[in-house]
């Protein structure tokens, strides 16, 4: 464990359900990120969270709506979604603009499959 | 953010030593260079950080040259557990809003 769990794991969906995933941390940090990471590509950035507050939002389709409603936890609702959102969702923390020694802490993250 | 390269992969063999260097001629005053190593279907994983010259951890050593265009990780006697994908980033950690953006990495096979 990292200290960010993310539920569920796997999850496989149809194009016209809705499910969300959940991110949980307490290792006190104050910023919260969500990352896509599709098959042979980088990770994407998709929606920054600093004290609750979304800061970031990188051109993410409407189709994925975040929610922080506090600083320990994330979460991310889908709906109708397309075959090419399957991919791994990544969540992290970060103590932002904190100190030499930050670093992101990252979950295992969900493996996500759209039928 | 400065931008980085990296090679897209190396391969090993168990007991060496794998360097793996990454050039970020961009690296602004306040950059730092961290690196993450991330396991297939798992969350990149913080490895080491570093400003110049150099750091070592129980995991690994960066090494920074003076004018900090280049950095290298280096691994030593790796395992076959270590293979993973490396990312090398850089930018300041004490920004507000820092985030991180992260290239293609090296995909580092270490075989038997």
């Known amino acids: 464990e990292t200290g960010v769990t993310q539920t569920p794991r796997h999850l496989v969906m149809g194009m016209t359900n809705k499910k969300s995933l959940k991110c949980e941390q307490h290792l006190g940090h104050n910023a919260m990120y969500w990352y896509k990471q599709s098959a042979k590509k980088p990770l994407e950035l998709m929606f920054v969270y600093n004290f609750k507050e979304q800061t970031e939002n990188n051109s993410v389709p409407s189709r994925f709506s975040p929610e922080c409603p506090n600083s320990s936890h994330l979460f991310l609702h889908l709906h109708t979604l397309q075959p090419e959102d399957s991919a791994l969702y990544l969540c992290?923390?970060?103590?932002?603009?904190?100190?030499?020694?930050?670093?992101?802490?990252f979950g295992s993250g969900t493996r996500l499959t759209v039928v | 953010l400065a931008k980085t390269t990296q090679p897209i992969s190396m391969d090993s063999y168990e007991g060496q030593e794998v360097n793996i260097t990454c050039s970020h001629n961009?690296?602004?005053?306040?950059?730092?260079i961290t690196w993450y190593q991330q396991f297939p279907s798992q969350g990149p994983r913080f490895i080491i950080q570093g400003y110049k010259t150099k750091v070592t951890n129980e995991v690994a050593s960066l090494f920074i040259p003076a004018d900090r265009k280049s950095s290298t990780l280096s691994l030593p006697r790796v395992s076959l557990s270590d293979t993973a994908v490396y990312y090398c980033l850089v930018g300041d950690p004490k920004a507000a809003g820092n985030k991180l953006t992260f290239g293609g990495g090296t995909r580092v096979l270490v075989k038997p």
């Open positions: 961009n690296i602004a005053t306040n950059d730092y």
């Open positions: 992290a923390s970060s103590q932002d603009g904190g100190g030499v020694n930050y670093g992101y802490t």
